[in-house]
C-alpha cells in the first residue's frame, strides 16, 4: 500500500489463504515450480503462493519469487480485477464439501477402513482466472501400504469435477465448458473491497498469463504419464514430466 490513509485504515491488506490438507483446514504454504515467466524464454525456479484479502476468502492475487541468476529475489504479482470474483482455495475446498457427488464418494471411500487424503490444492493462474488441481489419496489400513492416488478434482470458474486421472477429469471440465453448461457456483459474495490503491513489492502484471483452452489441452496427456511414472517409483521421470506440465502451464501462448 501507498497510501497512507489506506494503509492506516488496513483497507486493502492480504493475507496468506487456508486449504484443506488430510482432513484440516491450514494455511497454504508457498510452493515451487518451474516455469516461463511471459516475456521470457526460459524457465525460472519460482516460489509462489495465492493472496485472499483479509478476512474473505476469495483470490485476490497470486504472487511469485524469482530464484535464478540475476533476477534472484525479485518479486512479481498478478492482480485479479476486485469487480470480479476469482475463487480462493478455501472457495474450492468448500465447493468440494458442497457438490453431492464428490461429497458422497468420499464419504463412501472412507469407510471400510481406508482413509480419504486431500492432497495440496494447486492453482494455476489462466488468463483472468484460475485453474485449481487437488489429488486425492485413498491410504489402505494396512500398515505397509502407501497412499495412491484415486480421483483428481479439476475446478475452473463456475466448473468442478472429479475423474480417476487428470487427463479424464480435464476432458469432462472442458466438454462441459464447450457445451455451456451451468456450473455448480455456491452463493459466495465478491470482493466488496473499497477502491483502495494497492502497490505490490515487485513488479504487476495484469495481462493474461497463459491461453486457457490450448494449455489445458497440451498438459492432459502428461499428468496422466505423470500419476503413471509415480505410481511405479520411476520418480526422476516423473520429476521431469512435471517440468514439461509447468512449462505448459505458465508459458504465453
Given at each position: 500500500?501507498?497510501?497512507l490513509?489506506?494503509?492506516?485504515?488496513?483497507?486493502?491488506?492480504?493475507?496468506?489463504?487456508?486449504?484443506?490438507?488430510?482432513?484440516?483446514?491450514?494455511?497454504?504454504?508457498?510452493?515451487?515450480?518451474?516455469?516461463?515467466?511471459p516475456?521470457e524464454?526460459?524457465?525460472?525456479?519460482?516460489l509462489?503462493i495465492?493472496?485472499?484479502?483479509?478476512?474473505?476468502q476469495?483470490?485476490?492475487?497470486?504472487?511469485?519469487?524469482?530464484?535464478?541468476?540475476?533476477?534472484?529475489?525479485?518479486?512479481?504479482?498478478?492482480?485479479?480485477?476486485?469487480?470480479?470474483?476469482?475463487?480462493?482455495?478455501?472457495?474450492?475446498?468448500?465447493?468440494?464439501?458442497?457438490?453431492?457427488?464428490?461429497?458422497?464418494?468420499?464419504?463412501?471411500?472412507?469407510?471400510?477402513?481406508?482413509?480419504?487424503?486431500?492432497?495440496?490444492l494447486?492453482?494455476?493462474p489462466?488468463?483472468?482466472?484460475?485453474?485449481?488441481?487437488?489429488?486425492?489419496?485413498?491410504?489402505?489400513?494396512?500398515?505397509?501400504?502407501?497412499?495412491e492416488v484415486?480421483?483428481?478434482?479439476?475446478?475452473?470458474e463456475?466448473y468442478?469435477?472429479?475423474?480417476?486421472?487428470?487427463?479424464?477429469?480435464?476432458?469432462?471440465l472442458?466438454?462441459?465448458?464447450?457445451d455451456?453448461a451451468?456450473?455448480?457456483?455456491?452463493?459466495?459474495?465478491?470482493?466488496?473491497?473499497?477502491?483502495?490503491?494497492?502497490?505490490?513489492?515487485?513488479?504487476?502484471?495484469?495481462?493474461?498469463?497463459?491461453?486457457?483452452?490450448q494449455?489445458?489441452?497440451?498438459?492432459?496427456?502428461?499428468?496422466?504419464?505423470?500419476?503413471n511414472?509415480?505410481?511405479?517409483?520411476?520418480?526422476?521421470?516423473?520429476?521431469?514430466?512435471m517440468?514439461?506440465?509447468?512449462?505448459?502451464?505458465?508459458?504465453?501462448?
Amino acid at each position: 500500500m501507498s497510501n497512507l490513509e489506506v494503509f492506516y485504515n488496513r483497507e486493502d491488506a492480504w493475507q496468506f489463504p487456508t486449504e484443506k490438507y488430510y482432513n484440516q483446514d491450514i494455511v497454504m504454504d508457498p510452493y515451487y515450480t518451474t516455469m516461463a515467466l511471459p516475456d521470457e524464454d526460459m524457465e525460472e525456479f519460482i516460489l509462489s503462493i495465492p493472496f485472499t484479502p483479509k478476512s474473505r476468502q476469495n483470490m485476490i492475487a497470486w504472487m511469485g519469487a524469482r530464484n535464478d541468476g540475476d533476477n534472484y529475489g525479485e518479486l512479481f504479482v498478478y492482480r485479479f480485477p476486485k469487480q470480479e470474483n476469482v475463487y480462493g482455495p478455501q472457495q474450492i475446498e468448500n465447493r468440494i464439501n458442497q457438490d453431492s457427488y464428490i461429497s458422497q464418494q468420499l464419504n463412501l471411500w472412507s469407510q471400510g477402513g481406508s482413509e480419504v487424503i486431500r492432497g495440496n490444492l494447486l492453482t494455476y493462474p489462466i488468463e483472468d482466472t484460475v485453474l485449481y488441481v487437488e489429488p486425492i489419496y485413498i491410504e489402505s489400513s494396512n500398515a505397509t501400504s502407501l497412499p495412491e492416488v484415486k480421483q483428481v478434482i479439476v475446478a475452473y470458474e463456475d466448473y468442478i469435477v472429479m475423474e480417476p486421472t487428470f487427463d479424464q477429469a480435464l476432458d469432462e471440465l472442458m466438454t462441459m465448458v464447450e457445451d455451456g453448461a451451468p456450473g455448480n457456483a455456491p452463493d459466495v459474495n465478491p470482493n466488496p473491497d473499497s477502491d483502495s490503491e494497492n502497490v505490490d513489492d515487485g513488479e504487476t502484471n495484469d495481462q493474461p498469463i497463459i491461453d486457457a483452452e490450448q494449455t489445458l489441452r497440451e498438459v492432459s496427456d502428461l499428468f496422466d504419464q505423470y500419476q503413471n511414472a509415480l505410481s511405479n517409483g520411476q520418480w526422476e521421470r516423473a520429476g521431469q514430466i512435471m517440468k514439461d506440465i509447468e512449462e505448459r502451464l505458465n508459458s504465453t501462448p
